[in-house]
């Protein structure tokens, strides 16, 4: 088990780089196996999502190498198109596989994703869009058996604007038949950095970034070598981390326009925000204010992604603050960790009431899942005194070496490793 030890108290200044995006780098790797040959992935985060996505990808044949910032994945040998339930178990979204298995085999088994701390995370719209283009479909004690031979190109609408729905089908469709039309696309822009990699590949895919997506199926696809597109949720956790503590700091490889909600956000509560190309300035010389309501939307709204990080500012913000979480069921966990550190937060269903106080206190918390794991680690820098912030395997799925990038800033975080 591992845990961080933070001391709160300090100012955060200086620069840091943010790295390639774990929710843009996850399709593309299952992208990765649609031209039968070589990929190079530039600025591929070493975080613990893309150690599994690689454990799949060799599980299927391929060849894998990786070093500090590179991932480079050969795909020509695949000879397997079944994921077994323990690697599905391990990272939920390993179902983006599924897609681009059946595109390249015409027929893949994967084990049944099943839900997370978020909650159910179903798979209808997947299962729904892959039935509607032909695929057979058999769901057999936690398994899910597809036959895409019969695949027919089609217009597909999406109940709801679905990332890994969006993708799955962008993934499945690139190299069959005809043409696709995805209706009510996500509009994310990990979906247009899957696309940039797709059509460099060869495929012939647009409208991502809008809400209906054209696939022209092409009979092949080629080596390519891509530069994932910056963690906008990361460098947007670091601005809501510079608030807390009173930083002045600069972001470098960010893309400004994908976290414009969240700049927005921040401007209206007082921090002073530069953006400059693809760096970013925040300065937050006093006590910030935010007396609104904040709703988490698909993109380009703000998003559900920095929703917990948000509600650790919002803590110690001036005001009272309403958050309602229209993406997911169950994405409040970090407030009852937040409340043993003195915030004071009421949470009913889907919507959190913050009332700011003046300071958080230190305290032995636990990250219940990935995003509420940052946003102990933020509160915590605030805090009075020491924090414990444990769990932090989940803060490893999608954060590489955060401890690192906020102790180049000044804050006072350093790493336990402890067996139990
Ligand atoms: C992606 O998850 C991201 N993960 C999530 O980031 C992100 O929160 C989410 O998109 C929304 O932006 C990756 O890209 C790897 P969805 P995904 O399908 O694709 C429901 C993080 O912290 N739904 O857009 O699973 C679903 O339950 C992670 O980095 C169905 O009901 O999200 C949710 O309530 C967390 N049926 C909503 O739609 C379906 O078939 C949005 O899900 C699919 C989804």
Known sequence: MSAYIINGGNYLSGEIRIGGAKNSVLPIMAASLLNLSETVLLDCPRIS??????????????????????????????NNFEIPLELMNKMRSSFIFLGAMLAVGGKAVCGYPGGCELGARPIDMHLKAFKKLGVRIKEQGGYISCDSSHFKACKVALDFPSVGATENIM????????????????????????????????????????????IEGVASLKSVKKRIMPDRIVAA???????????NITLKNVTCSHIESVILLLQGCGADIYTHGDSLDIICSKRLRFSDTLCTMPYP?????????????????????IVKETIFENRFNHASELKKMGADITVDDRIAVIKGVKRLSGAHVYAPDLRGGAALVIAA??????????????????????????????GDIKRNDYYE
């Open 301 to 321: 709204g703000f998003p559900t992604d920095a929703q917990a990080q948000a509600v650790a500012a919002f803590s110690t913000m001036e005001g009272t603050s």
């Open 49 to 78: 999502d893309v150690d599994i996505s690689v454990e799949i990808l060799k599980r299927l044949g391929c060849k894998v190498f990786r070093d500090e910032t590179t991932a480079v994945i050969d795909s020509s040998d695949i």
């Open 381 to 410: 820098l605030g805090a009075e005194g020491t924090t414990v912030v444990d769990n932090i395997h989940y803060i490893d799925r999608g954060y590489e070496q955060l401890d690192k990038m906020l102790s180049a800033l000044g």
């Open 171 to 214: 993934l499945l469709a690139c190299k069959q038949k005809g043409t696709t039309t995805i209706i009510n696309a996500a509009r994310e822009p990990e979906i247009s950095d899957l696309q940039n990699f797709l059509n460099s590949m060869g495929a012939k895919i647009s409208g991502a970034g809008s809400n209906k997506i054209k």
């Open 237 to 247: 956790t670091m601005m809501f981390a510079a608030c807390i503590s009173g930083g």
